[in-house]
C-alpha cells in the first residue's frame, strides 16, 4: 500500500521556522513529482509548491505567497520530501498535506496532513 | 496571472437531485500541447483533499460515475447526477496549464443537504 506520513507541524511565532517531512512508501519515489497543498480556513485549498523527479530536472516551482521564504527538497535516498517553511507569518497557518503531483494523469495519494499554526 | 472563479460559492441540494458546479477561467485553460489542464477536488469535513476529475472529464480511480465533469476554454463544470450524503463538502477547481503560476486553485463551492 502506498503511504505518506507526515510530521514536524506545530504551533510558531510569526517570524519563526519549521519543518515539515513527509516520508514515502509504497511507490517508486525517485520518480514520482511530489507536491505540498495547503489548507486554511480563509484561502481554502493553494498548492505551496511541486518538486520535479530528479530524472525530470528536479526543478520546483513555488506558489506566490510562499516563494522566497519556503523551500521545498527531496532526499530520494530516504523518500522523503520535505518542506522548510521560514518567515513565517499568520496567514500560513492550516494544514499541509505531502501529496504526489496533483496535476498528474495519476491519481494523487495523500498524506494525513500536519498542522502548522502561527501565532503570537 | 490566471484566476479561477467559481460559483455559485454555496449549493443547497436536496439528498437525490442533482448539483451543478461552475469554474471560470480568466485565461483559456487549452495548452499548447492541446490538452486543458482543469481537475476538480473534492474536500469532506475531517478528510484529506480527494481528486475527483482531472484534464476536464476524466475520472479519477474510486471516483463514482455520478460525478462527470465538461467544459472547454474557460468554461466548465462538474456535475453530480444525484447527491448523496457522503458528497457533503466543498468542491475546488484547479488549473495546471499556465506556469507560472502554477497550479492555482478557485475558491471552492460548498455543497450543503437542504
Known amino acids: 500500500d502506498v503511504q505518506l506520513v507526515e510530521s514536524g507541524g506545530g504551533l510558531e511565532k510569526p517570524g519563526g521556522s519549521l519543518r515539515l517531512s513527509c516520508k514515502v512508501s509504497?511507490?517508486?519515489?525517485?520518480?514520482?513529482?511530489m507536491s505540498w497543498v495547503r489548507q486554511s480556513p480563509g484561502k481554502g485549498l493553494e498548492c505551496v509548491g511541486l518538486?520535479?523527479?530528479?530524472?525530470?530536472?528536479?526543478?520546483?516551482d513555488y506558489g506566490a505567497p510562499v516563494k522566497g521564504r519556503f523551500t521545498i527538497s527531496r532526499d530520494d535516498s530516504i523518500s522523503t520530501l520535505y518542506l522548510q517553511m521560514n518567515s513565517l507569518k499568520i496567514e500560513d497557518t492550516g494544514i499541509y498535506y505531502c501529496?504526489?503531483?496533483?496535476?498528474?494523469?495519476?491519481?494523487?495519494?495523500w498524506g494525513q496532513g500536519a498542522l502548522v499554526a502561527v501565532s503570537s | 496571472d490566471v484566476v479561477l472563479t467559481q460559483s455559485p460559492l454555496s449549493l443547497p441540494v436536496t439528498l437525490g437531485q442533482p448539483a451543478s458546479f461552475s469554474c471560470r477561467s480568466s485565461q483559456s485553460l487549452t495548452h499548447s500541447d492541446g490538452n486543458t489542464y482543469l481537475s476538480w477536488f473534492q474536500l469532506r469535513p475531517g478528510q484529506c483533499p480527494r481528486r475527483l476529475i482531472y484534464r476536464v472529464s476524466n475520472r479519477d480511480s474510486g471516483v463514482p460515475d455520478r460525478f462527470s465533469g465538461s467544459g472547454s476554454g474557460t468554461d466548465f463544470t462538474l456535475k453530480i447526477s444525484r447527491v448523496e450524503a457522503e458528497d457533503v463538502g466543498i468542491y475546488y477547481c484547479m488549473q495546471g496549464t499556465h506556469w507560472p503560476p502554477g497550479y492555482t486553485f478557485g475558491q471552492g463551492t460548498t455543497l450543503e443537504i437542504k
Open positions: 501529496t504526489t503531483d496533483v496535476g498528474s494523469i495519476w491519481t494523487p495519494f
Open positions: 509504497g511507490l517508486s519515489f525517485s520518480t514520482a513529482w
Open positions: 518538486i520535479r523527479s530528479q530524472n525530470n530536472g528536479g526543478t520546483i
